[in-house]
């Protein structure tokens, strides 16, 4: 278990971040609040400056943006090339799941915001990591995308940690070990363990 203590002043505009996380080596710990609470500005903290103590993916960051235009099937050439540590069985799983052989050619500027949400999913889902940093994973995904997404955080969650930010979580179907939420209260953003 490591704790994090959060004190940020002008956190976002004039709010000030207070609260600490508590989180398991591995598991699903979710992150909800409001719109404009933060919750995408902690996401993009916890990685930027290096908080977090392990190995960490995460589904919104600059490294995936960096390598427009890609296809489904040109971004398993590309980790290869590149030496980088992918779950082959984890990124085929993925690629059935979210039936991407019917839109795998298109470059990512040409496909919906389902599809490009599926993309960076299987992007970052396929890399072997200590930790998972998932900022809205569910936006756009329609309820059958949503129960294999729930499926795949649940088996990765047996080896690593995966953090999921979002509004709402009733499409996760697995166990949390952890829920926190953001409040704003006067000119403080409180992190609220439920």
């Not at 409001?34 to 490294?63: A, D």
């Not at 990512?108 to 072997?128: A, F, I, T, V």
Request: charged share 20%; proline share 3%; with cysteine.
């Amino acid at each position: 278990m490591v704790t994090i203590h959060l004190d940020l002043p002008l956190f976002i505009q004039n709010y000030h971040l207070k609260g600490n996380l508590d989180l398991p080596s591995k598991g699903v710990v979710l992150i909800t609040g409001e719109n404009g609470v933060g919750k995408s500005t902690l996401c993009h903290y916890l990685f930027e400056e290096k908080i977090l103590p392990q190995k960490v993916v995460w589904t919104e960051s600059n490294q995936f943006r960096s390598i427009y235009p890609i296809t489904v099937h040109s971004i398993l050439a590309l980790y290869k090339e590149n030496g980088t540590d992918i779950d082959l069985e984890r990124y085929q799983l993925l690629y059935s799941l979210f039936k991407m052989s019917i839109w795998s050619e298109r470059i990512w500027s040409e496909l919906s915001s389902g599809q490009g949400q599926m993309l960076k999913l299987l992007m970052g889902l396929s890399l072997n990591a200590e930790t998972y940093l998932l900022d809205e994973p569910a936006h756009f995904l329609d309820q059958e995308k949503l129960r294999a997404l729930s499926d795949v955080i649940t088996s990765i969650s047996k080896e690593s940690l995966v953090i999921i930010i979002d509004h709402r979580i009733d499409w996760f179907d697995g166990k949390m070990d952890k829920h926190y939420q953001l409040q704003a209260k006067d000119q403080t953003i409180m992190v609220e363990q439920i």
